[in-house]
């Protein structure tokens, strides 16, 4: 069974920057980062392939970056020009498919680290 340990989240404002990152215990085809805010369903964010192809949803698009080494079974989420609407909880995860879509779903999850956007 995979497992997946999130850090780097915390309390930044509007416009400043965090990155995520996530250590995994096997190596993967597919890692994703998800979120979930308060009483919304958890949404995919990024999606990258063992081959560093990445994709992302377009509410993130041309903010956010995942990236992924190999070597050191790691995946970082790099999020610049924060909102206060990216508040959420962000896990990474293994899922079910490379592509970020409505719906995907994931077979392993991290614990989720809090990430806050103040105004």
């Known amino acids: 069974q995979g497992q997946l340990v999130e850090s780097g989240g915390g309390s930044v404002e509007a416009g400043g920057s965090l990155t995520l990152s996530c250590r995994y215990s096997?190596?993967?085809?597919?890692l994703a980062w998800f979120r979930q805010a308060p009483g919304q369903k958890r949404e995919a964010v990024a999606a990258i392939d063992e081959d560093g192809s990445a994709n992302y949803a377009d509410s993130v698009k041309r903010r956010f970056t995942i990236s992924r080494d190999n070597a050191k079974n790691t995946v970082n989420l790099q999020m610049n020009s924060l909102r206060p609407e990216d508040s959420a909880m962000y896990y990474c995860?293994?899922?079910?498919?490379?592509?970020?879509?409505?719906?995907?779903?994931?077979?392993?999850w991290g614990h989720g680290t809090q990430v806050t956007v103040s105004p």
């Open positions: 096997h190596h993967t085809y597919c």
């Open positions: 995860a293994v899922p079910r498919g490379c592509t970020v879509v409505a719906g995907l779903e994931a077979t392993y």
